[in-house]
T-cell receptor, first 111, second 112 residues
Framework: KQEVTQIPAALSVPEGENLVLNCSFT??????LQWFRQDPGKGLTSLLL?????REQTSGRLNASLDKSSGRSTLYIAASQPGDSATYLC??????????FGTGTRLQVFP | DAGVIQSPRHEVTEMGQEVTLRCKPI?????LFWYRQTMMRGLELLIY????????DSGMPEDRFSAKMPNASFSTLKIQPSEPRDSAVYFC??????????FGPGTRLTVT
């Protein structure tokens, strides 16, 4: 059974710091991995999608990497801003089109 | 595109009442997913459809829950009768095959 874990559960950093969020999964047989952002009381916003054949994807200040063999993905946020404060969720897509979600990392960036 | 549309945004009902949640997926998406989010259990997949056909309903908690997709642009999730433990945020999402899932804003359900 696929399990997805995110570390740390919460993170508080000053504005301007570069930071890394971690996601690990137990079964490397995935089709892709997706990173989401969720603001309090809101839905999920897709940030990046990495196909299983890819190593990384970039969008603006965000960079996501994928190491399928070791069951790990990282989300790198450069020059963090208070507006980046949210919960970040990773999810892996398994062979039945299902997304299996991690428990999330709650990020706070203070001025 | 307007994105995934869900209604109502908030629903407060009494235990025992029937609740119907609605979802309109993004046009052209052939997959539709219903999720439930709680503090205790996080995000759980309840059921998903492909081309209006239910593919996997193993996440539906019990017979009180049912979902339908009568056409490509509309789906419902019904709870009958509702119970306090059903209180959660229910999300609908849509996608094309193995591509990004796009989520709606969710319906916050409170059962008293």
């Amino acid at each position: 059974k696929q399990e997805v874990t995110q570390i740390p559960a919460a993170l508080s950093v000053p504005e301007g710091e570069n930071l890394v969020l971690n996601c690990s999964f137990t079964d490397s047989a995935i089709y892709n991995l997706q990173w989401f952002r969720q603001d309090p009381g809101k839905g999920l916003t897709s940030l990046l999608l990495i196909q299983s054949s890819q190593r990384e994807q970039t969008s603006g200040r965000l960079n996501a990497s994928l190491d399928k063999s070791s069951g790990r993905s990282t989300l790198y946020i450069a020059a963090s801003q208070p507006g980046d404060s949210a919960t970040y969720l990773c999810a892996v897509r398994v062979n039945t089109d299902k997304l299996i979600f991690g428990t999330g990392t709650r990020l706070q960036v203070f001025p | 595109d307007a994105g995934v549309i869900q209604s109502p945004r908030h629903e407060v009902t009494e235990m025992g009442q029937e609740v119907t949640l609605r979802c309109k997926p993004i046009s052209g998406h052939d997959y539709l997913f219903w999720y439930r989010q709680t503090m205790m259990r996080g995000l759980e997949l309840l059921i998903y459809f492909n081309n209006n056909v239910p593919i996997d309903d193993s996440g539906m908690p019990e017979d009180r829950f049912s979902a339908k997709m009568p056409n490509a642009s509309f789906s419902t999730l019904k709870i009958q009768p509702s119970e306090p433990r059903d209180s959660a945020v229910y999300f609908c999402a849509s996608s094309t095959r193995r591509n990004e899932q796009y989520f709606g804003p969710g319906t916050r359900l409170t059962v008293t």
